[in-house]
């Protein structure tokens, strides 16, 4: 915190709340009095002070005090208060509801105050956090770097005469810096390194109630390095150590990772019904937040195939509708998280990093040289995104007009003319044409698992003759010939009625009677020369434009 010294009186107060744990709502006693003391003096700096303290004690209210806090913080006119207030923003976003997106935001408003900061703590508390990012998103090489800068930087000042308050954030930072460069370790399967790490940290760690949390993060790690190394009954003990200080703090994050790989132990123990019982856990809790971690999404592919197994199709059906949801979740998630930290972080990183060198060097023509490649190279990807963008258009408005043309597909002369010149006797025509219409007006084509060989026996007919008809007068094999009205059936349903506008690609698929969504996104692009993902954006945007028009 930037704020640790100020008046005796709020020093004092405190002091006398600082004794209570987190999310200790009697902590308020002190803090409402430190709150109303500091607006009667327009003392914003404490003020920006009381409203951070409040995030910590406060058990239903975090959110709106760190507004407040940075109301504060913005009255003070100092930059790093109004950092830090972001920065308490973005962790409460990440750490009590685990939103990467709004926290994300929160921690490139932080870095843009902070940018000529002075105060290091807060600068390496920032990059702390951008880094618990990165490793979500599985950067797991460039959030180790970053990890080992804070690392460096934490421990660096353990050592040093300072207030006790000061020391102990310090603390904290290292410990949980150690705890994410070991998560990185995991994902990146250097299992040694991030071993001799979490001996390290639980040998080192204060045995006191403040770094209980930590402790159950080094816990869970040793868990799940023991799983690896097949050491079921260890990683089970350790696991279990880790549960109660996370439950303490409701960190559902963690606590969905410890119960897959439960699960995961119990398996390779043989215990299915224990197995079953964590991965349902792991369930519950995305049910309740709508979160999870990427690598826990395996949860539901053991569950899947559990229920596969033993032949309940209704639990195995219920889980792949969580996977499906699952991946919708993470997918979001990755696609606004890489690009914001990239476009928001990255290249601010690099054009601080160009000006550093420009000052160094005024003469260099090195950079004007980049400069001029990147240039050329953005040029032609901007080239190629609006070809792109046209051909897509183009490719949208045919569609578009195939859907609301609704022609007859072949003339009657055209018909009778197949009629005269087919090898098939005309009885045999006769049935068939009738048959085939039946077929698509109930949408036969939808159920999944259609097979020429049934549709044979179901129009009274042999597999030789529906094979020649499709031949003459369909102009396909069977499989296309399905997968066409099924396609077609798709992008009608989609641009006609709003309920399927609000599907997900993986679920129009599986309503179309297609087993997953590559083979229909495919047999889309191939049939109409655009996604059906892109297809669905469009049609949304066209409709969002005709409100705001009306």
């Known amino acids: 915190m930037s704020s640790f010294y100020g008046q005796d009186f709020y020093s004092e107060l405190r002091k006398k709340y600082w004794e209570y744990e987190e999310n200790d709502d009697k902590a308020f006693n002190y803090i409402n009095l430190y709150i109303t003391t500091a607006k009667k003096q327009k003392n914003y700096s404490e003020l920006f ?4 303290d409040a995030i910590r004690f406060s058990s239903q209210n975090k959110l709106k005090y760190a507004d407040s806090a940075i109301a504060a913080a913005k009255l003070s006119g100092n930059n790093d208060l109004i950092g830090n207030a972001y920065l308490g ?3 409460v976003y990440y750490f009590t509801y685990r939103k990467f997106q709004p926290a994300l935001n929160e921690y490139l408003k932080a870095d843009k105050y902070l940018l000529y900061s002075n105060d290091y703590f807060l600068k390496y508390q920032n ?15 460039e959030a180790s770097e970053i990890f080992i800068k804070c690392i460096k930087f934490f421990e660096s000042n353990l050592q040093k005469d300072v207030h006790p308050n000061i020391l ?5 930072g290292y410990y949980n810096s150690l705890h994410q460069l070991i998560v990185c370790y995991q994902g990146l399967k250097q299992f040694q390194a991030a071993e001799l790490l979490i001996n390290k940290a639980l040998k080192n760690i204060p045995d006191e109630a403040e770094f209980f949390q930590e402790k159950s993060y080094f ?4 868990g799940v390095n023991d799983f690896y190394f097949k050491r079921y009954d260890n990683s089970l003990y350790n696991l279990q150590r880790s549960l109660s200080g996370l439950k303490k703090v409701n960190d559902f994050s963690w606590s969905s990772v410890v119960y897959f790989y439960l699960g995961q132990s119990h398996s390779k123990k043989g215990n299915t019904g224990k197995s079953l019982e964590n991965y349902r856990k792991v369930d519950s809790i995305f049910n309740k937040y709508s979160y999870i971690i990427p690598e826990v999404r395996n949860n539901y592919e053991e569950l899947i195939n559990h229920y596969k197994q033993s032949k309940n199709p209704q639990k195995e059906l219920y889980y792949t509708k969580q996977l499906l949801k699952v991946d919708s979740v993470l997918s979001y998630d990755f696609k606004y998280l890489s690009n914001k930290i990239h476009k928001d972080y990255e290249t601010k990183t690099l054009l601080a990093a160009k000006a550093q060198l420009e000052k160094k060097n005024s003469t260099s023509n090195i950079l004007l040289i980049i400069s001029v490649l990147l240039s050329g190279i953005l040029i032609c990807m901007v080239l190629y995104w609006f070809r792109r963008k046209i051909e897509i258009q183009k490719k949208y408005d045919h569609l578009i007009h195939e859907i609301n043309s609704s022609k007859v597909e072949e003339t009657v002369s055209n018909t009778s003319a197949r009629e005269k010149n087919s090898k098939l006797d005309s009885g045999v025509v006769s049935n068939l044409n009738k048959k085939f219409a039946e077929f698509e007006k109930n949408k036969g084509f939808l159920e999944k698992g259609v097979t020429a060989g049934r549709l044979a026996i179901e129009f009274e007919t042999n597999a030789t003759y529906l094979s020649q008809f499709m031949n003459e007068f369909k102009e396909s094999n069977f499989n296309t010939y399905i997968n066409k009205l099924r396609i077609k059936y798709a992008a009608d349903q989609i641009y006609r009625h709003k309920d399927w506008r609000k599907y997900s690609v993986e679920d129009i698929a599986i309503a179309c009677g297609f087993s997953n969504r590559q083979s229909f996104s495919n047999f889309f692009y191939e049939q109409n020369g655009i996604r059906p993902a892109e297809f669905l954006k469009r049609v949304r945007e066209e409709v969002m434009v005709e409100k705001i028009a009306d």
């Open 49 to 52: 002070q009381a409203y951070d």
């Open 168 to 172: 102990f954030n310090n603390r904290r």
């Open 219 to 222: 816990y869970k790690s040793l």
């Open 89 to 91: 923003k973005g962790t």
């Open 127 to 141: 990059l702390y956090h951008i880094g618990v990012v990165k490793s979500y998103l599985g950067y797991y090489k």
